[in-house]
C-alpha cells in the first residue's frame, strides 16, 4: 500500500485547513487509515482514526475542532481541521493498518502544516 498525503501549508489561528491522504496499491486489505503528527522535538502522535466500518476516535487536543472521514471507495482519507492553534503546528502523516492476515502499519510522507498566532 502506499499513501499520498496533500493539503498542508501555512494558516493563521483560527483558521482552517483539509488533509487529503490517497491510497494505492493493495487498497482492498486496509483496514484502519489515520492521521498522526509530530510538532518539532516531539514523538509522534495519534491524531484520529477511522475503522473500516466508520467508527472514529480523536486525540482530547482536537475533539470538536478536527473531523477524520474516508470516502466511500475507502482509498482516500481526509482530515478537516478547524479553529487551528499554534500548538497545531507539525508535520502531519497519513497512517494506515492493512493486510490479508497480519495487519501492518503503512505511512505517507508527512505534510507540514503551520498555524501562526
Known amino acids: 500500500v502506499q499513501l499520498q498525503a496533500s493539503g498542508g501549508g501555512l494558516v493563521q489561528a483560527g483558521g482552517s485547513l483539509k488533509l487529503s491522504c490517497a491510497a494505492s496499491?493493495?487498497?482492498?486489505?486496509?483496514?484502519?487509515m489515520a492521521w498522526f503528527r509530530q510538532a518539532p522535538g516531539k514523538s509522534r502522535e495519534s491524531v484520529a482514526y477511522?475503522?473500516?466500518?466508520?467508527?472514529?476516535h480523536y486525540a482530547d487536543s482536537v475533539k470538536g475542532r478536527f473531523t477524520i472521514s474516508r470516502d466511500s471507495a475507502k482509498t482516500t482519507v481526509s482530515l478537516q481541521m478547524n479553529s487551528l492553534k499554534p500548538e497545531d503546528t507539525a508535520v502531519y502523516y497519513c497512517?494506515?493498518?492493512?493486510?490479508?492476515?497480519?495487519?501492518?502499519?503503512?505511512w505517507g510522507q508527512g505534510t507540514l502544516v503551520t498555524v501562526s498566532s
Open positions: 477511522i475503522s473500516a466500518v466508520g467508527y472514529t
Open positions: 497512517n494506515c493498518k492493512a493486510g490479508d492476515g497480519l495487519l501492518y502499519d503503512y
Open positions: 496499491g493493495n487498497i482492498d486489505s486496509i483496514n484502519t
